[in-house]
């Protein structure tokens, strides 16, 4: 589209699924290059994911990716500093479709003290390959999974004063 004030429609069908499964939740997406993007509040996350894996409409079975953002000084706005990205695939109808979730920390982020904004809810129980992912964005961000099995650093030593991809 050439007119940057147009409608972008979201075609996906996963939208529409999603939406009607849960109308009374705050639910944003998004395309860009032919990739969706649903937008779930951080609350609502693990029951979003959960339909997404195992509705018959979606059958999302397999979850390639699980990465984390640091949007701080970034040139757009945003829903919140950091982001979480859940890459999922459909293999049955080759579909990827990602799942993206904002937090905003409610204390400095020095990454020592634990910041109680910043925790998920671990996509481990529906998807255990999410265990080292989420590890890693635990020790890259310092963003906590709860119900994880096995929460500890993976990259760094126990230790390691700081979250290396935090921007400050």
Same mark, same amino acid.
């Given at each position: 589209m050439s007119d940057a004030n147009a409608k972008t429609v979201l075609d996906h069908p996963t939208f529409k !699924?999603?939406?009607?499964?849960?109308?009374?939740? @705050?639910l944003r997406g998004t395309e860009f290059r032919g990739q969706s993007t649903l937008i779930v509040e951080p609350g609502d996350l693990h029951e979003v994911m959960a339909f997404l894996r195992d509705d018959a409409g979606t059958q999302y079975n397999f979850l390639s990716d699980v990465v984390g953002i640091d949007y701080l000084n970034y040139p757009a706005p945003m829903s919140g500093r950091f982001a979480v990205i859940y890459n999922l695939i459909a293999f049955a109808r080759d579909d990827r479709f990602f799942v993206k979730t904002? !937090?905003?920390p409610s204390l400095p982020t020095d990454g020592i003290v634990e910041d109680p904004a910043l925790y998920l809810d671990s996509v481990t129980d529906l998807w255990p390959g999410a265990e080292w992912p989420e590890r890693e964005v635990f020790?890259? !961000?310092?963003? @906590?999974? @709860?119900?994880?099995?096995? !929460?500890r650093r993976i990259l760094t030593w126990e230790a390691f004063p700081a979250h290396p991809l935090r921007k400050d």
């Amino acid at each position: 589209m050439s007119d940057a004030n147009a409608k972008t429609v979201l075609d996906h069908p996963t939208f529409k !699924l999603v939406k009607e499964a849960f109308p009374a939740k @705050r639910l944003r997406g998004t395309e860009f290059r032919g990739q969706s993007t649903l937008i779930v509040e951080p609350g609502d996350l693990h029951e979003v994911m959960a339909f997404l894996r195992d509705d018959a409409g979606t059958q999302y079975n397999f979850l390639s990716d699980v990465v984390g953002i640091d949007y701080l000084n970034y040139p757009a706005p945003m829903s919140g500093r950091f982001a979480v990205i859940y890459n999922l695939i459909a293999f049955a109808r080759d579909d990827r479709f990602f799942v993206k979730t904002f !937090l905003n920390p409610s204390l400095p982020t020095d990454g020592i003290v634990e910041d109680p904004a910043l925790y998920l809810d671990s996509v481990t129980d529906l998807w255990p390959g999410a265990e080292w992912p989420e590890r890693e964005v635990f020790d890259m !961000l310092g963003i @906590r999974f @709860r119900n994880h099995p096995d !929460l500890r650093r993976i990259l760094t030593w126990e230790a390691f004063p700081a979250h290396p991809l935090r921007k400050d």
